[in-house]
Structures are given as structure tokens and as C-alpha cells.
């Protein structure tokens, strides 16, 4: 990865304004293979603690643990503590200056109770992702966290790639355009002319994904026969603290 880089003032005007934004190439294959060649590993033996794709009933998902598929992983937990290649991407000195850059704030933690994991889709039972946004589901004083999605490996249209629709960060929203599981509702026209302006977040390996916690996002399934993998970690300002009692405050934030 290049040796301290820097976010322009042109970049940061882009974050501020979509919501999200693609270092591509931020880290060197090398890494990537290293770091893969570990989630590999758990993956196929299943290292707990993971989530599968059963647990969250999204379209696609097996039914059941004992129907075909059942034992689709999801999500590899904790990734933070399951190997040093982990924690040295998370609290590299490169990540550490960019998010400084783009909080505007020296002090900035990596959160263990959010994301924090290997996030994958595997051929054949990986379900859909439908319209949210994080931060309906976490309780901060705040809602001012930024997530960083590194790509293991290729992500295009066929293994289900991130869609976003920029500048959905700074829109408000009734709690009557989602449904009980905080999905955007399809069936609303307002909410129809708002997806239809999403944009697809192809990424190459090594490509670095930030984006804002309130960005509205959205997933297609795997069409191919590999495992799409990335790691994903979300950060947030010390002074912005999570919730006393919630899921949010289940772990310690990490200071890096």
C-alpha cells in the first residue's frame, strides 16, 4: 500500500457529499492473499464464532440448519481477535490517518460489537442483502461511524457486489418507509424513485470501500462459483459513545 496516504481535499468533499468513497488499490495483493489465505482457513473449518446465513432469513437463505445449505456461513465474528493479519489492517498507521482525515478528530476507536468480521458469500446459498442502513440497527450518541469494506477479492455484479445510493446519508427518513425488519419498503413509489438511483460498487482486489453509517446499502447474491470475501471493520470517535445497555456497548471499543 502506498506509504502514508492521504485523502485530498477534493476526496474528502466526495465523502462528505456520496457518502462513500474507493481507494482503489490501497492494499497490496500480497496483503490481500495473506489475509484470505487466513479467512480461508476458518471458513472451511468453520472457527466459531460465525453467522450463518440461516440466521438471518434474507432472501435466498436456507430455511433451516437441516435443509440443503443450512450450513452456509455468512459472516466470520470477531475478526479483530482471530488473527494478528486482522488487527494489523484494523490498526494500521495507514487506516488510522485516513479516518482521522475523515473524522476530522484524532481520536478515533474501531468498534468490536459492529461488523468486525469476514463477511462472505459462497456459491449456490448466499442470500440477498435488502436496502438499510446500519445505523438503524446501533445505538451510538452519535450517528457518525464510518465502515471500511476491503475487498479479498474481486467484487462485481455476478457475486453479489454493494450497492449504494449516494448521498442517502443526509436524508431523513419516517419510520413508515420501513418495514419490521428496517428495510426499505419496495412497495412505496418514494422509496422506488429513491433505489432507483443506486450505483454499483464494483471493487478489485485490494480496493478499499468508506462509507458512512447512514448510507443506504444493498447486496446481490453470489452468481458464481467462489466465495466472495471481505473484511470489514467500523470505526467511531471516542467522544461518540455507545449506548450504556445496548448491543452497541456489548464489547470495548479498540483505540488505534
Not at 91 to 105: C, E, G, H
Amino acid at each position: 500500500m502506498p506509504a502514508s496516504p492521504t485523502f485530498t481535499d477534493a476526496d474528502l468533499c466526495a465523502f462528505e457529499r456520496d457518502g462513500y468513497f474507493i481507494w482503489r488499490g490501497l492494499v497490496t495483493e500480497a496483503d490481500c492473499s495473506k489475509m484470505k489465505q487466513v479467512a480461508d482457513t476458518h471458513l472451511a473449518e468453520c472457527l466459531a464464532p460465525a453467522e450463518y446465513e440461516v440466521d438471518v432469513c434474507y432472501p435466498g437463505a436456507p430455511n433451516t440448519l437441516d435443509s440443503l445449505g443450512g450450513e452456509t456461513v455468512r459472516r466470520l465474528l470477531h475478526a479483530f481477535s482471530r488473527h494478528p493479519v486482522f488487527r494489523d489492517w484494523a490498526t494500521s498507521k495507514v487506516l488510522r490517518n485516513l479516518l482521522v482525515q475523515l473524522f476530522a478528530d484524532d481520536a478515533v476507536q474501531l468498534s468490536q460489537s459492529h461488523h468486525n468480521c469476514i463477511m462472505t458469500k459462497r456459491p449456490g446459498y448466499s442470500s440477498a442483502t435488502l436496502w438499510h442502513q446500519d445505523n438503524r440497527y446501533w445505538d451510538f450518541d452519535q450517528q457518525n461511524l464510518i465502515s471500511v469494506w476491503l475487498a479479498l477479492g474481486d467484487e462485481q455484479i455476478k457475486n453479489g457486489c454493494l450497492r449504494v445510493i449516494p448521498g442517502s446519508h443526509k436524508m431523513n427518513f419516517e419510520s413508515g418507509r420501513f418495514d419490521a425488519n428496517l428495510f426499505l419498503r419496495t412497495d412505496l413509489a418514494e422509496n422506488k424513485a429513491l433505489i432507483g438511483k443506486f450505483v454499483r460498487v464494483a471493487l478489485n482486489k485490494g480496493d478499499v470501500l468508506f462509507f458512512h453509517s447512514k448510507l443506504f446499502h444493498a447486496a446481490g447474491r453470489n452468481l458464481t462459483n467462489e466465495t466472495k470475501t471481505s473484511l470489514v471493520f467500523t470505526y467511531h470517535e471516542m467522544k461518540n459513545s455507545p449506548i450504556h445497555g445496548t448491543r452497541s456497548a456489548r464489547y470495548p471499543s479498540i483505540s488505534i
